[in-house]
């Protein structure tokens, strides 16, 4: 297949997964797209470094210039919410780019290995309030690229809830290669964002290219675009 073929497969997939996350999420709810990994930097299989980063103990400054590892709170291993002892967010204050503080935390790096050799969707996964007035959020990106700052406000609602009013949010960031993915995260330079929350990554193996797939691909996003053009419609018409 052609370079050109099968950028165009990537590129489609890419933009049907974001539709279909988008349509997902207003319709079902408690779904994180991909293989869920929570990131933990103090546990006995620590997957986020450096541990310098962290605070040894919960804290609670945001002055401080250090990550917290708070527990009892926010997702487990599998991605689901609760106040067990193997729940935890990584938590930080704001950057210096707002009004609420400075916090200038290091950035840290989530790494899984041991895949099978293939492309990987690459997302981060993160929580903010969802009030419309109060946000969290992180910056991140696949390691070795610019971080993105990311909230409430441009991240896709999984419709998970971690507490009230705090809802996990799931960002695209792009593709990675080979047998190991690596996210880099810090603290958000949104000027509203109050504090970062920060969960894990997830990954979903990239469909091989073949002529098939991209037609499937191309038909599956009229699809995608009929149907969100019928509910439009249908709501203006009631």
């Known amino acids: 297949m052609s370079t050109s073929r099968s950028s165009l497969l990537h590129?489609?997939?890419?933009?049907?997964l974001v539709v279909v996350i988008s349509v997902c999420t207003t319709s079902v709810s408690a779904v994180i797209v991909g293989t869920y990994v929570d990131a933990d930097a103090l546990g006995p299989t620590p997957?986020?470094?450096?541990?310098?980063?962290f605070s040894p103990t919960y804290a609670g400054l945001f002055n401080d210039g250090l990550w917290d590892?708070?527990?009892?709170?926010?997702l487990d291993d599998t991605g689901t919410p609760g106040s067990g002892a193997t729940n935890d967010v990584m938590e930080a204050g704001p950057s210096s780019a707002g009004p609420f503080g400075n916090d200038p935390v290091p950035v840290i790096t989530t790494t899984v290995t041991g895949l099978p050799a293939s492309?990987?969707?690459?997302?981060?996964?993160?929580?903010?309030?969802?009030n419309g007035v109060n946000?969290?959020?992180?910056?991140?990106?696949i390691s070795g690229n610019t971080l993105v700052s990311y909230n409430d406000l441009n991240g896709t609602d999984t419709g998970i809830l971690e507490g009230t009013g705090v809802h996990v949010?799931?960002?695209?960031?792009?593709?990675?290669?080979?047998?190991s993915i690596s996210v880099d995260v810090s603290n958000s330079l949104n000027a509203i964002d109050e504090r970062a929350w920060y969960e894990g990554i997830a990954y979903a193996e990239v469909p091989e290219p073949s002529s098939a797939g991209v037609i499937l691909v191309l038909g599956a996003l009229l699809l995608t675009l009929r149907r969100w053009r019928s509910c439009s419609h249908q709501r203006r018409a009631d």
Do not use: D
Not at 69 to 74: E, F, P, V
Not at 119 to 130: E, G, K
Not at 135 to 141: F, P, T
């Open 11 to 16: 590129l489609c997939t890419r933009v049907v």
């Open 47 to 53: 997957n986020t470094t450096p541990s310098s980063a």
């Open 69 to 74: 590892q708070r527990y009892n709170i926010g």
């Open 119 to 130: 492309n990987y969707y690459i997302y981060a996964v993160y929580a903010s309030l969802a």
């Open 135 to 141: 946000h969290w959020g992180i910056r991140a990106g």
């Open 169 to 179: 949010y799931q960002v695209l960031l792009g593709i990675a290669s080979g047998t």
